[in-house]
């Protein structure tokens, strides 16, 4: 009771007193710049394809590193038929490297550049653990 008797009564300033407050919204004057993961991604799947026929010649292994989606769809884990996993595996060679610009557009809003990479090569490399640790099951 007796804390109660000494405790202050809340006051306020009054209302022409009291501070602005501060937009927090990004300024949207260069937003257009943080997609150019997205760009990078389209303008690399091109090479990516030439790339893959050359590491065709090297074997199996060599192109599920370019592709591991590809490689993890054609699993038949997923019990999926001839013909869904040929047209998939046409649809993620193309759509791969732009989901993985869009996925670093998004992730660098609010990570940054560095960390955004880092989560786009853990994003590429989730497929190849999964197919590693499927081969020796």
């Known amino acids: 009771m007796l804390g109660l008797m000494n405790a202050r009564p809340h006051t306020r300033r009054p209302a022409a007193y009291q501070r602005p407050i501060p937009n927090r919204r990004k300024k949207s004057g260069r937003s257009w710049w943080l997609w150019w993961p997205v760009l990078a991604g389209v303008l690399v799947t091109p090479l990516a394809r030439r790339s893959a026929a050359v590491l065709a010649l090297e074997g199996p292994g060599a192109l599920q590193t370019l592709y591991p989606w590809i490689a993890l769809l054609r699993l038949h884990l997923f019990g999926l038929s001839e013909q869904w996993t040929s047209s998939l595996t046409q649809i993620v060679?193309?759509?791969?490297?732009?989901?993985?610009?869009?996925?670093?557009?998004?992730?660098?809003?609010?990570?940054?550049?560095?960390?955004?990479?880092?989560?786009?090569?853990?994003?590429?490399?989730?497929?190849?653990?999964?197919?590693?640790?499927?081969?020796?099951?």
């Open 93 to 137: 060679m193309y759509v791969q490297f732009p989901l993985y610009g869009l996925f670093m557009a998004l992730t660098m809003r609010s990570h940054g550049v560095a960390r955004s990479l880092m989560w786009t090569i853990l994003l590429h490399a989730l497929p190849l653990a999964f197919l590693i640790a499927a081969a020796y099951a």
